[in-house]
């Protein structure tokens, strides 16, 4: 592969809402990507060889450090191989996670010796998302107000990996041995913040933390991450603010060509939605949409998980076609908000989350197939990790951002697999959307 050629960025996405995030940024900004669901073959490869840009969709978010150990170093490989500018672990802007589930510390040890490196940078701030880093705590908006994410009314509580610690910096340190330096926001502004960020870099062993919080801070953190790159590839970790970041560098470069327009594609006749989340975000979502032309079908995860759970899988498929027959839309869903939430009794199997998700996956595929549908939707990131491959999608781009609710965009589903080789899916975090998100995808706006 010649320099010429070499992508911009490779990435891995923690979960596969995260790896559209990523493709969104950059897409919207010019820059052509590509996500893969797995290492793609030759052949696959080359039909996405005008991409700058190319993503690996992962489930380590919700993965123990064991099974790290064994996926995450192949990936990393194949990544690396790639011979892109930088390499992104790309990790949930919310940093949600623990030493037993989604350990980024872990991810980055294997990073960091995959890629030879003495440290890794790691940068979580996103302003277009409503995130913010400042002298390393991380602050996250809910319902139109900031708080840190240690008293985020979500977050806080999440079922799996609550945020219990702002401080990224204690955050990670129970997740690694490796040391974390912080290029704060008032470094980063200063007259000679390229000298002080190479002292900091300087004889470094460990991860360093790049303040945001303002398109000011990202512009001087993109330049830094992009200064500092090393040739060969340069693995760093972090949200999608890493793209964000990154795009403001490339630009002055001249390395993208700035927004890029995208066709709406039109109101689709109906549409299918399966969830698994279990926030209030989504609740709202749901009860929206069932105020506005869907149907909702309540399904018990734990009659789907049980001994009978074909028969139960059986009849969330019947109740959906029924409705899909009457020219509805339908929303089959486990949890209406956290009230609803059984997520102590689905742990008390192992793998079961994993399970339920994949049963979504299998309704949501069964719907598709039977009744030709051109659109659909699966909510929850964990949920949409597991799902998707059970519709045998290989690979997806960018067919409609969402500037206003960035993170969730429409997307074309491409593969072999005849009944959604073409889907037009769209796949949304638990955190992510406007009230109408649904009713929106179903139409084919943008805001």
Known sequence: MTA???????????????????MEALASNGV??????????????QRFDQCRAIGLAGTSRSETPDWMDGHLTPAFQWLKSLEADICHYKVCST???????????????IGKAMFGQPYVPVLVGAPQLKRYTAFGHLFAAYQGEVYRIDRHPVMSRHPVT??????????????????????????????????????????????????VDSPESQSHAGRQLWRLRREGGWFVTGSSGVEYALLT????????QGRKTFPLPGKADRIAVVSGSVSPTTERQIRHATQNG????????????????NAALERAIASGLESLKRGESVILNTALGPSAD????????????????????TILRRLVEEQHLTRAVIAGGDTSSHALRELHVQALTTLLPLPQTPGSPLCTAHGTYAAT?????????????SDGYFAQIRDGLQG
Not at 36 to 41: A, E, G, T
Not at 99 to 108: E, R, T, W, Y
Not at 249 to 256: I, P, R, S, Y
Not at 344 to 357: A, F, Q
């Open 342 to 361: 059984r997520g102590g009794d689905i742990d008390r199997v192992p793998g079961s989350r994993h399970r339920l998700g994949r049963m979504l996956g």
């Open 95 to 109: 940093f949600d996670s623990s030493p037993q589930v989604g350990n980024i510390g872990k991810a980055i040890e």
């Open 32 to 45: 052509d990507t590509v996500l893969f669901m797995d290492v793609p073959d030759d052949a696959l490869k």
């Open 249 to 256: 560098a490339w630009d002055k470069d001249g390395l993208t």
């Open 294 to 309: 869907f149907t909702g079908i309540n399904l018990d995860p734990l009659e789907l998980l049980g001994e009978n759970g």
């Open 421 to 433: 080789n073409g889907l037009q899916i769209a796949l949304k975090g638990g955190q992510v959307g």
């Open 162 to 211: 609550p945020m219990a610690e702002a401080d990224l910096r204690l955050h990670l340190s129970a997740q690694t041995a490796l040391k974390t330096g912080l290029a704060d926001l008032s470094m980063l502004a200063a007259a000679d913040a390229d000298e002080r960020v190479e002292t900091l870099c300087r004889d470094f062993d460990g991860m360093i933390l790049f303040d």
């Open 4 to 22: 010429k050629t070499n992508p911009l960025i490779s990435y891995y996405g923690d979960d596969l809402t995260g790896s559209t995030d990523v």
